[in-house]
């Protein structure tokens, strides 16, 4: 997942406010950088949903995005108990936010951090779309 980026930021997570803040930065960010429309918002909604646990069950925390053209590193860190071990073991179910954002991701990783919090990592291709091949094969 670690990819040398032209655009890096990160930004603090102590309350709800922050959390919009977060989304409208990484928005801003993946149009600058040409992102499409669709792919600005799953990276939104990843930043939303992963800033959003650091809040909610980790008593805040910090959100990284390392981005470029190509696509962008999301990576969240709390000072919580860290994830349950069925969450660490792939298990997602009841966790829409999380599932959602493993669904958007080309690669998504949960952890522990030793000593305390946890790491959630997502991994976001830009312009997924014009890379999708088409279903059915076109005669020419």
Do not use: K
């Amino acid at each position: 997942m670690r990819r040398s980026y032209s655009t890096g930021c990160s930004w603090a997570l102590s309350s709800v406010s922050d959390l919009v803040g977060a989304a409208r930065r990484a928005r801003e960010i993946a149009r600058s950088l040409g992102w499409g429309t669709a792919d600005i918002a799953a990276l939104a909604l990843a930043v939303l949903e992963l800033s959003s646990n650091a809040v909610r069950h980790g008593g805040g925390g910090v959100c990284r995005l390392e981005a470029g053209p190509e696509g962008a590193d999301v990576i969240v860190e709390d000072r919580g108990r860290g994830f349950p071990a069925w969450a660490l073991g792939g298990s997602l179910d009841g966790t829409r936010g999380l599932r959602a954002v493993r669904q958007l991701s080309s690669h998504f990783v949960l952890e522990n951090i030793p000593g305390g919090g946890a790491r959630a990592r997502a991994a976001l291709l830009a312009n997924r779309s014009a890379r999708r091949r088409p279903l059915i094969p076109v005669a020419v």
